[in-house]
């Protein structure tokens, strides 16, 4: 194996690739990236692999000599961060890779790439095309709503259902839901080569609908790999796996193995108080109560009437604030709701329009938040449970 | 300073039982199981109690020592009605009650609903009514403290009324030999006994350094119970922090089908029970006792909560599985939940949707 490589092409590439490696070590050989170079093709390939999710990712070199070896992703990855912004050379000899740049030698010793798992194979012919940068959108407005409890399993990925009619994300960790909906024509179409093919790829979409649960994770690596300028998003959907393929990366990803759980039933859609206020104004007013809201539950209240929305917060050991916002528009009784701040951020942060619209009923019914659009054209729709009062 | 009281029945049950047939009167009433079953006593008159018959005690055992006794199988059904009545009995006085179970109660009457200043005369009345409305007599226990007040009421028993003043505490407390104290089990008896610990003085002179080490938690609790605080509420109403069933064979058993069958019913009546007081809980403990009486209890989390019949029944035949020694006999299996709602609610201020799951994990 022998290649040259600038130090900015191959940084970019191995960055987000650190992200796969798995946390506890399950399987020594997995703290390594596989490396194959071919001459031929003049390409570099590299593959992170935490069994569940193996990302390959796959770009131009210099190649002079083909070759295959596996080396510690952290150190490789350290290593050519520490570089200047010049030219690589990557050398093997024997079991030790030769890492040079200017006057600046490495040896990182190579592990036995022979145990690396297998990789599966890159095959896209029943892909469907889809729009990255709808695909991008529709999980920035979900993926923060994900539970993180591993006892949970099926809440740690982002449920996914496609129609013929539409397409569905959504995420809850059971405090919060957010969900985006969209109509699917034009974005996703099924590629030319799967056209002929009919009989195999229903076996993903049938004619109804399907659902699939995306890990978290793999959407967090699709999600740092974004770039705007590359449009199209290509996925294979199969029994056990996705496989997306992606400017340089392939991804290939397991399913979460479950039935989602029916989280619609607990939105509440005519709740007898909506506010329409503006969304800046709003964040900024809790980010500042919410300096003396206590820190185990960080508890604020909403309080608001036709005239009045006061923001507050009390802690007993330390003190209280208050805010009251008069610009906003109401319909409604006088309600009130205490919910945990940094959840209802969140959900404010993933609202697209100027204004948001929020929706409250009793203290104990869920705060529904929406964008400022007409229901009929409502994209999406957050859930926060409150706090008890 | 609060004024507490603490009611105890004298022999309830079996005091309840010689009400209803006089006969019985004078006689070795044992209220609990048979004999001849795998029973136990639940309550004994004081006419049995110099033959070593106790509450708790096999019956075979305490038929064998007070061989004249009278057994009879309780009436819980009466019990209650009888706890009601004294229950209005002290509702004359205070809405301010903890009862622990049928026949004993706590009663805060610092402030009460005859504006009586001495606790004293309060539990005088009370005595007296619930001797009229009910012909049973009780012990009753006043000091400023629920500990106080428990140890009062088992000073004089039976028929007894004890007040314990604070300047009296000290020397009650010191000389109360340690099995007296409230909460302290034969098991930590004895080892308060290895350590030299005998009565409330060298209860006392224990460091809390050394309390805490030796018995964790509750050695800060005996820290400073002996030292006459206790600062626990009368609690009117009670969160379960816990809720089981569980059955005695009336043989002892080594068939794992025949077992899982019994567990089954065991769940289905925890269940049963759960779903009728809308209970939910997210950890399953198991208990096994084996023949020879030793047993064991294991725990297994649920990741969230259910009393759900199936899913209840399948964590806890994989804790059977998974800790019964199969060389030894079964004597009696329980189930029980843990870290039910009804307790996490009162922390858990977060509302979570109830979201349902088809499976366990």
């Keep these: ?389 | 300073m609060r004024k507490i009281i603490h009611i105890d029945m004298d022999a309830y049950y079996a005091a309840i039982e010689i009400r209803e047939n006089p006969a019985l009167k004078g006689k070795c009433v044992i209220v609990g199981g048979s004999p001849n079953s795998r029973g136990v006593v639940s309550t004994c008159s004081y006419e049995a109690r110099p033959f070593g018959v106790r509450s708790g005690m096999a019956s075979s055992q305490a038929w064998r020592l007070c061989p004249q006794g009278v057994f009879i199988f309780p009436n819980f059904k009466l019990y209650k009605e009888v706890s009601e009545q004294i229950r209005e009995v002290f509702q004359r006085y205070t809405d301010l009650i903890e009862p622990m179970s049928l026949d004993e109660a706590y009663l805060d009457v610092t402030e009460n609903k005859i504006d009586e200043q001495y606790a004293t005369t309060i539990a005088h009345r009370i005595k007296q009514e619930i001797l009229q409305t009910t012909r049973l007599t009780c012990s009753a226990g006043v000091s400023y403290n629920k500990f106080l007040a428990k140890i009062g009421s088992e000073l004089n028993k039976p028929d007894g009324l004890a007040v314990i003043p604070p300047q009296k505490a000290q020397e009650i407390l010191f000389n109360l030999p340690i099995e007296k104290f409230y909460g302290i089990g034969k098991v930590t008896a004895a080892r308060m006994k290895k350590l030299d610990i005998n009565t409330g003085k060298e209860l006392h002179d224990l460091p809390m350094k050394e309390m805490i080490r030796h018995f964790g938690k509750t050695g800060l609790f005996y820290y400073y119970v002996v030292r006459g605080i206790d600062n626990r509420e009368v609690i009117t109403e009670r969160n379960p922090k816990s809720i089981s069933c569980e059955d005695t064979f009336d043989r002892d058993i080594d068939d794992l089908t025949e077992l899982l069958e019994l567990l089954k019913q065991v769940v289905s009546r925890l269940t049963n029970r759960m779903q009728r007081k809308q209970i939910n809980g997210q950890s399953v403990i198991l208990k096994l006792k084996y023949d020879n009486f030793e047993y064991i209890t294991r725990t297994q989390n649920i990741p969230y909560l259910t009393n759900d019949p199936d899913q209840i029944y399948r964590t806890a035949e994989l804790l059977l599985i998974q800790n019964w020694d199969k060389n030894r006999k079964i004597r009696l299996l329980g189930v029980g939940l843990n870290k039910l709602d009804t307790e996490i609610d009162d922390q858990a201020e977060q509302l979570v949707i109830p979201l349902s799951f088809d499976d366990l994990m």
């Design chain 1, 1 to 389: 194996m022998k290649l040259a490589i600038e130090k900015k092409d191959l940084i970019n590439h191995i960055m987000h690739l650190a992200s796969i490696i798995p946390g506890k070590i399950t399987s020594p050989i997995l703290t390594n990236y596989l490396i194959q170079v071919d001459a031929d093709s003049g390409l570099m390939q590299i593959t992170a692999s935490d069994l569940e999710i193996t990302v390959i990712a796959q770009f131009p070199a210099l190649v002079q000599e083909s070759g295959v070896t596996a080396v510690s992703a952290r150190h490789l990855n350290e290593i050519i961060n520490s570089m200047p912004d010049q030219m690589v050379y990557i050398n093997k000899v024997d079991d030790n890779l030769k890492i040079q740049c200017n006057k600046i030698d490495f040896n990182l010793l190579c592990a036995d790439h022979t145990l690396f798992p297998i990789i599966p194979s890159r095959d896209l012919s029943n892909a469907y095309l889809t729009s990255a940068e709808e695909f991008h959108r529709m999980i920035a407005k979900t993926a923060f709503a994900v539970s993180n409890d591993t006892n949970r399993a099926v809440l740690t990925g982002i449920c996914w259902q496609i129609t013929p009619d539409w397409h569905l994300m959504a995420a809850t960790d059971g405090r919060k839901v957010a969900e985006i909906k969209v109509p699917h024509s034009p974005w996703l179409n099924r590629n030319a080569h799967a056209v002929d093919n009919d009989g195999e790829l229903s076996v993903s979409l049938g004619n109804d609908s399907v659902e699939k649960i995306l890990p978290v994770k793999t959407v967090n690596f699709l999600q740092k790999v974004y770039d705007s300028d590359v449009k199209e998003l290509k996925i294979v959907i199969e029994n056990n796996g996705f496989m997306f393929a992606y400017a340089d990366y392939t991804v290939f990803s397991h399913i979460i193995e479950h039935k989602y759980p029916d989280y619609q039933k607990a939105f509440i859609h005519d709740l007898p108080n909506s506010v329409l206020i503006d969304k800046e104004a709003l964040k900024t007013a809790i980010k500042r109560v919410s300096l003396m809201s206590p820190a185990d539950n960080m508890r604020i209240r909403f309080d608001i009437d036709a005239d009045r929305f006061e923001i507050s917060t009390f802690n007993r050991e330390e003190g209280e604030a208050k805010q009251v916002l008069e610009s906003f528009s109401y319909d409604g009784t006088s309600a009130n709701i205490s919910i945990n701040h940094r959840f209802v951020l969140s959900i404010l942060d993933a609202v697209d329009t100027d204004k948001v619209k929020l929706k409250l009923g009793s203290a104990k019914e869920p705060l529904m938040i929406y964008n400022e659009q007409q229901p009929e054209s409502q994209e999406i729709t957050f859930l926060l449970m409150p706090l008890r009062s």
